[in-house]
């Protein structure tokens, strides 16, 4: 790294996000103290981007560290817990200066504004290789009350938020694959760089979820993984994939709508929540969604088997993996 040294990097732009929080001890021990009310559990979450494979190159540091929080809260969110604190270990790219660090530092104090929660600690270094950035998240669910991937019944129904989609096109816009409107690449990039958690949605997935995940690898392979911990099989209608105005946009362009649709179902980054939902719920919990201001859509079931199923318009289709795999 060029400009200041780890500690001044620490003392004067980390250690003003753990300001207030008594337990970050502003930064200066070797650790934090962290304590949950009486009647709730911790719980707790880490995620790793990597330059390159999690976000492309020449993005703006601040926007990376805003993604790298979000994706983390997302877990939390799906666990319909809420956010306390958050760690951040970081490797620099050797040579990174001054700059780009503070950018990073900028866009970390965004983002735990938008969600109230400080930092307490973590570590940086620097190598040759890409920048990685490490964040572990803590939160706190009433106990018993933390929505589990493995709860999931037959005849739930697979319940997703939101839109799928948009960032898998928003890659494609960012690498010049795709070129739509104006209007609809800057939405479609945002909703590739800066994700929402759907923290806001405890409350409902505590009353009504059986299972919960969020979408960062493909809504088909995170369902699947809601099946496979509850040891049951899903079905996944890709007719019903929920799309954003500017996805359908891109839709109506292409030859083959149903690879299309396989193809959004499978990127990921959508940070949405695929939820299992008694079939007698379904209707309160998305009037709940609604409410929160988010929407909600059936896009299939689970039923006694294994695995995920992937139909369009009544007819199996060959998902493949369904979403991004690390190895």
């Known amino acids: 790294m060029s400009g200041k040294g780890?500690?001044?990097?620490?003392?004067?732009r980390l250690a003003p996000l753990a300001a207030g929080f008594k337990g970050a001890l502003g930064l200066k021990d070797d650790a934090a103290l962290l304590s949950v009310r009486a009647g709730r559990e911790l719980v707790i979450t880490a995620d790793t981007l990597v330059e390159g494979r999690h976000f492309l190159k020449d993005t703006d540091p601040a926007l990376v560290a805003r993604k790298a929080l979000a994706a983390n809260l997302s877990d939390l969110a799906a666990m319909a817990a809420r956010p306390l604190a958050y760690m951040t270990n970081i490797v620099w790219p050797s040579g990174s200066p001054e700059d780009f660090r503070t950018r990073f530092a900028d866009g970390?104090?965004?983002a735990q504004d938008d969600y109230a929660?400080?930092?307490i600690g973590g570590d940086t270094t620097s190598g040759d290789g890409p920048w990685v950035i490490a964040i572990t998240a803590f939160g706190e669910v009433p106990a018993g009350r933390a929505v589990l991937r493995s709860g999931a019944r037959?005849?739930?129904r697979l319940v997703v938020t939101g839109r799928i989609g948009d960032a898998c096109l928003g890659l494609k816009v960012a690498q010049k694959q795709y070129q739509p409107s104006?209007?609809?690449a800057e939405y479609l990039v945002g909703r590739l760089n800066l994700p929402t958690p759907r923290l806001p949605l405890a409350e409902a997935l505590q009353a009504h979820a059986h299972a919960?995940?969020?979408v960062s690898d493909g809504l088909i392979a995170d369902a699947r993984h809601i099946a496979d911990a509850s040891g049951l099989g899903v079905t996944i209608e890709l007719d019903e994939l929920p799309l954003s105005d500017a996805a359908r946009r891109w839709l109506d362009e292409q030859d083959d709508t149903r690879a299309a649709r396989l193809q959004l179902a499978s990127f990921g980054d959508d940070y949405e929540l695929a939820c299992a939902v008694p079939e007698a719920r379904v209707d309160t919990f998305l009037a709940e969604?609604?409410?929160?201001?988010v929407d909600g859509r059936v896009v299939g079931h689970f039923h006694?088997?294994?695995g995920a199923a992937v139909l369009s318009d009544g007819q199996a289709v060959e998902a493949g993996a369904g979403g991004f795999t690390h190895f």
């Open 6 to 12: 780890e500690f001044d990097f620490i003392r004067d």
């Open 108 to 110: 970390l104090a965004l």
């Open 117 to 119: 929660l400080p930092l």
């Open 154 to 156: 037959i005849s739930d």
């Open 182 to 184: 104006s209007e609809d």
């Open 212 to 214: 919960a995940i969020d």
């Open 289 to 293: 969604l609604r409410k929160g201001g």
């Open 304 to 306: 006694d088997g294994t």
